[in-house]
Nanobody, 118 residues
Framework: QVQLAEFGGGWVQAGGTLRLSCAAAGGTFRFGASDWYRQAPGKQREWVAGISSGGASNYADSVKDRFTISRDNARETVYLQMNRLKPEDTAVYYC????????????WGQGTQVTVSS
């Protein structure tokens, strides 16, 4: 019954900011290890950021120091704060998550488009 959905994508000028949300719906869900991916046209899906079940975060070199992944268990939401956006950040962004208890794994949202203009 649990579903994931991404929100917050859109158009922004280079140097701007967007905050993406990955929300769980359909029942009580505590996020465990979760990740953000992105895929640009003609390119492979790329891992962007991850957060462990314990809250440790890590990032692809291309976004380190610009993006921040976080989790709000009360809101059943994982966020990706994106600062100093660049045109090369343009892609569809996807959320992938596992439940904290391990009862759900490899859940994907349908993606949200981020377009950064130069």
């Amino acid at each position: 019954q649990v579903q994931l959905a991404e929100f917050g994508g859109g158009w922004v000028q280079a140097g701007g900011t967007l905050r993406l949300s990955c929300a769980a719906a359909g029942g009580t869900f505590r996020f465990g290890a979760s990740d953000w991916y992105r895929q640009a046209p003609g390119k492979q899906r790329e891992w962007v950021a991850g957060i462990s079940s314990g809250g440790a975060s890590n990032y692809a070199d291309s976004v380190k120091d610009r993006f921040t992944i976080s989790r709000d268990n009360a809101r059943e939401t994982v966020y990706l704060q994106m600062n100093r956006l660049k045109p090369e950040d343009t892609a569809v962004y996807y959320c992938n998550a596992n439940s904290y208890t391990g009862t759900h794994s490899d859940l994907w949202g349908q993606g949200t488009q981020v377009t950064v203009s130069s």
